[in-house]
């Protein structure tokens, strides 16, 4: 049984009236955006939210706008009752935790989407059409639902955060998006709710997608070219691993990065672990400079 101390909203109603009390009590509100079977990487995320708000709220909600047809919708990891005992010992306020049907009452789906643009057709969006007009639509939601102060991302994700925050901007959405760095286990494998869809042996094989970065990031003094071609050879090595796209950016403006780039680049990895049906696909990204 789940105690008390956390309140449960299933409803848009019941959300948008606990967060009216809060701030007629003077309390400043934060969102953390999760589609649950949370992990330390989404814990994180709820402390750092709580160093900056007086009231914490977790979302838990798989959204189907930012599956394909051929995605994992329905074998995505969904566990509400561990989630909402885990938010309970952060001492989480509420955790909001509506049906597909509160969310889209119009069979599921949204006619009214919010486009991510051409950003959202390259890189992740080009291996999963239509992922971040899903991911900004549902964003968009929550925001206009709980009307937070701040809402709190991961950067594991590097091209949604970029999104959200261009997002924010251009519609001058009143609220702070802060970002908080990956968190990964002690062997190098950045956290991921899909990590529980991994056999043994195939999350021995997704280490392949940590090596690659710790590959470019060896590499970052011989330039652009130079990471790229480290990081492709530690895939070239590993059977077990299907490479999606390597890429290597300028953090600030998400533009691919020219081999006579000077100064901070992001590499982007996604790969699939495992074969057939049950292929679990990964993410991963990390920061270097380039003297």
Request: proline share 5%; net charge negative.
């Amino acid at each position: 049984m789940v105690p008390a101390a956390i309140q449960t909203l299933t409803t848009v109603d019941e959300a948008r009236a606990f967060v009216a009390s809060e701030r007629a009590a003077g309390r400043r509100v934060a969102l953390v955006p999760t589609m649950g079977a949370l992990h330390q990487g989404h814990l994180e995320l709820v402390r750092t939210a709580r160093e900056h708000a007086d009231t914490v709220i977790a979302s838990v909600f798989v959204n189907p706008l930012q599956f394909g047809p051929h995605e994992d919708l329905e074998r995505y990891p969904r566990t509400p009752q561990a989630d909402t005992e885990q938010l309970v010992v952060l001492g989480v306020e509420a955790v909001f935790m509506p049906s597909v049907e509160e969310m889209y009452p119009d069979g599921g789906r949204s006619a009214t989407l919010v486009t991510a643009g051409h950003l959202g057709t390259v890189l992740e969006g080009r291996s999963r059409p239509g992922h971040y007009d899903g991911v900004l639509t549902v964003v968009t939601k929550l925001f206009s639902i709980l009307q937070p102060e701040l809402a709190v991302f991961g950067e594991k994700d590097a091209q949604q955060l970029f999104l959200v925050r261009r997002m924010v901007r251009e519609l001058n959405l009143p609220l702070e998006i802060v970002g908080v760095p990956t968190v990964r286990e002690p062997d190098g494998l950045a956290l991921s709710s899909r990590n529980a869809l991994l056999t043994e042996g195939e999350r021995q094989d997704a280490l392949a997608l940590s090596r690659a970065l710790e590959a470019a990031g060896a590499a970052a003094d011989r330039g652009v070219e130079a990471m790229l071609a480290a990081a492709q050879s530690v895939f070239q090595a590993d059977t077990g691993v299907r490479l999606d796209y390597l890429a290597i950016v300028d953090p600030s403006t998400f533009a691919f990065a020219g081999d006579h780039h000077h100064g901070p680049v992001q590499v982007l990895v996604a790969a699939r672990v495992g074969s057939g049906a049950t292929a679990v696909r990964l993410i991963d990204n990390a920061v270097f400079t380039i003297p």
